[in-house]
């Protein structure tokens, strides 16, 4: 039998940049996750940041995740997302195969310095957690007229 798979460069080069920053340490930049999880089994809930003019929007995929079971906390220029999925408790219930992880979860990313970490909002509605950043408004140079000699 032969198999063929196809090369994907910019996926190759993603899982090898996510595999050298889970041994090395975050990147540098802004939003860089500042832990990474300690084992393969724990939950890492899929987030997406987004930014426009005015703010930049983290969304959090929490799906079957309570909203009182969500905490939303700011400390020393870090976001962290934190919380927990529980596991459906059946007594009647054996399974078969179970591929979605429980249990607790903690995201943590640094905040830009244009982040106004003070105005922040967040909301959760089906299963999706919003956190809403609003950024500081860019200073324009003020324009002066110079005396030449």
């Known amino acids: 039998m032969n198999m063929t798979t196809n090369w994907n460069p910019k996926r190759d080069l993603e899982l090898l940049q996510n595999r050298i920053h889970f041994l090395f340490g975050s990147p540098i930049g802004s ?21 426009d003019d005015k703010e930049f ?8 995740v309570k909203k009182e ?20 408790k059946n007594g009647q219930q054996r399974f ?3 591929e979605r992880p429980y249990g607790s979860f903690e995201r943590r990313f640094s905040l830009p310095e244009s982040a106004l970490a003070d105005k922040m909002k967040a909301e ?14 860019k200073k324009r140079p003020e324009t002066m007229s110079i005396e030449i000699h």
């Open 96 to 98: 078969h195969r179970s």
């Open 124 to 137: 959760f509605e089906n299963g999706m957690l919003r956190v809403h950043i609003p950024k500081a408004e």
């Open 31 to 51: 939003f860089r996750p500042s832990t990474q999880p300690e084992s393969t089994n724990e939950w890492t809930p899929l987030v997406d940041i987004a930014e």
């Open 69 to 88: 079971n969500v905490k939303v906390t700011l400390e020393d220029g870090s976001l962290c997302i934190a919380g927990e999925r529980k596991q459906e």
């Open 57 to 64: 929007t983290i969304k959090a995929d929490l799906p079957e």
